[in-house]
């Protein structure tokens, strides 16, 4: 794709291509951000590592007093509303502090299939075990 743009001489603007941000030669122009290998983009700024860590918190917060409802609500939903927290504060952490939503889809695809089977590895053996144990 070579989707380019007339620049006026002399305007300091020579050899400037307006490609789309996946595109190989707009990553290599000058007018890409600066990019580490493999990412396609930009890191967040610190403002947006700041709101993300006070959400952390928030709902680190929120499973302290969760926690403290035992015996107010029933403990199969204490456990469902722990392990959806859980989840959210995991998906926040590896998307942005791992930085999984600026590298490449394989690595996220990776990073998935290895948080998806390793919980089943672990049922199937715990299965496996059980099965063992009880005989």
């Not at 070579?2 to 941000?21: C, F, K, R, W």
């Not at 469902?80 to 939503?101: E, N, T």
């Amino acid at each position: 794709m070579t989707d380019t743009t007339a620049v006026e001489p002399g305007s300091g603007n020579e050899g400037v291509v307006d490609l789309p941000q996946g595109d190989l030669a707009y990553r290599m122009s000058h007018a890409a951000p600066n990019l580490l290998p493999g990412e396609l983009r930009a890191h967040p700024d610190p403002y947006q590592y700041v709101i993300v860590a006070v959400v952390l918190a928030v709902i680190t917060a929120v499973e302290i007093a969760v926690s403290y409802t035992e015996g107010d609500l029933p403990d199969g939903l204490i456990v469902v509303l722990l392990l959806a927290m859980m989840g959210v504060k995991f998906f926040l952490v590896a998307s942005w502090f791992m930085h999984l939503r600026t590298d490449r889809p394989v690595f996220r695809r990776l990073f998935i299939l290895g948080a998806l089977a390793a919980p089943a590895l672990y049922l199937i053996v715990l299965a496996t075990l059980h099965g063992v144990l009880s005989s």
